[in-house]
């Protein structure tokens, strides 16, 4: 048993990253016993497996580029809400839930934007915007990317309402809060609960990001191998027609002949240069010849003289 907390500020948060029904119940991600009905159905659920959450036939598109949006206004229609969400980008499809034997909305859809980046911008901006007068909650598709979800028709979710008394923790609307009690990990280890991140809390206005895309080496190589080919269809589609008129436009270009005029000029001179140093250095040299010829002569006449002398 420690305590948790002690130099943690109490308005820090976490968020659940992996979904466990009875820590969804709970506050600060502590608890180890269901507190109402629907958190034990839940649990008893997601122990036996019961619920396949890609079973659902009715799911669309790549779940990186799917974002969950709620709290919609009845009067939200398809093509109301496609073009609110058409201003963070291109929206590929869209799916409002209805109900079955009504035909009325839900309040709430899922929507495909066409890359994951549009998603992410999205994410980012369209959290609590107004769409036909309601306030909307936008989070990412947790059916498909958070392992162990168990959705709230079950007794999970992250959703609820506080006079029900059945409140869903860790989401992005409603996270969890830094624990200020004993934490029991052994009872949460049994239980497959995964304790409160110690030194990994984050601000109610931080915004937790969702799950990323991960890049095999497989396929960063299929990306490197698409771009080349890309760039050979791309230099296999140029004529030699077309090659033929840039070769001429480069020779015609009066900044390419001030190139080449420079280029030329400078070897010019380069050879200039070295025919200059070379003359030089014949005549430094031949001078040095003559001047170590006259003192050799020099010395000999004084030497002749001198011997001449003694005798």
Request: net charge positive; aromatic share 8%; with cysteine.
């Amino acid at each position: 048993m420690q305590m948790s907390g002690r130099n943690v500020n109490v308005n820090s948060v976490f968020y659940a990253e992996a979904y466990h029904p009875v820590q969804a119940g709970s506050i600060d991600g502590t608890d180890i016993l269901p507190h109402d009905n629907a958190v034990y159905r839940a649990f008893l659920c997601s122990s036996a497996g019961l619920y396949d959450p890609l079973g659902d036939p009715k799911l669309i598109g790549d779940p990186y580029c799917t974002l969950f949006v709620g709290h919609l206004s009845h009067l939200t229609t398809e093509q109301s809400l496609r073009k609110a969400l058409s201003k963070y980008g291109r929206v590929k499809d869209l799916r409002l839930v209805r109900h079955i034997v009504t035909g009325a909305s839900r309040g709430y859809a899922f929507v495909e934007y066409e890359t994951e980046r549009e998603m992410q911008r999205a994410y980012k901006e369209a959290h609590h915007s107004f769409i036909d007068d309601s306030e909307v909650i936008v989070d990412y598709n947790r059916q498909q990317l958070m392992p162990g979800w168990i959705p709230r028709r079950l007794g999970g979710g992250l959703g609820g309402k506080k006079e029900s008394g059945q409140l869903r923790f860790g989401g992005r609307e409603r996270p969890f809060r830094a624990p200020l009690r004993s934490i029991p990990y052994d009872d949460l280890e049994r239980l497959g609960i995964p304790p409160p991140p110690e030194g990994r809390y984050m601000s109610r206005y931080q915004v937790p990001s969702p799950p990323r895309r991960k890049r095999s080496s497989v396929d960063r190589e299929e990306g490197i191998h698409k771009r080349s080919m890309e760039r050979g269809a791309n230099m296999r589609k140029s004529s030699p027609v077309e090659k033929e008129e840039r070769s001429h436009k480069r020779s015609m270009d009066p900044e390419d002949h001030s190139f080449k005029r420079s280029s030329v000029e400078t070897e010019h001179h380069r050879n200039r240069s070295s025919v200059d140093r070379a003359e030089r250095s014949h005549k430094r040299t031949s001078r040095d010849r003559d001047d170590r010829s006259h003192k050799r002569h020099k010395s000999h006449r004084h030497e002749r003289s001198t011997s001449h002398d003694h005798y």
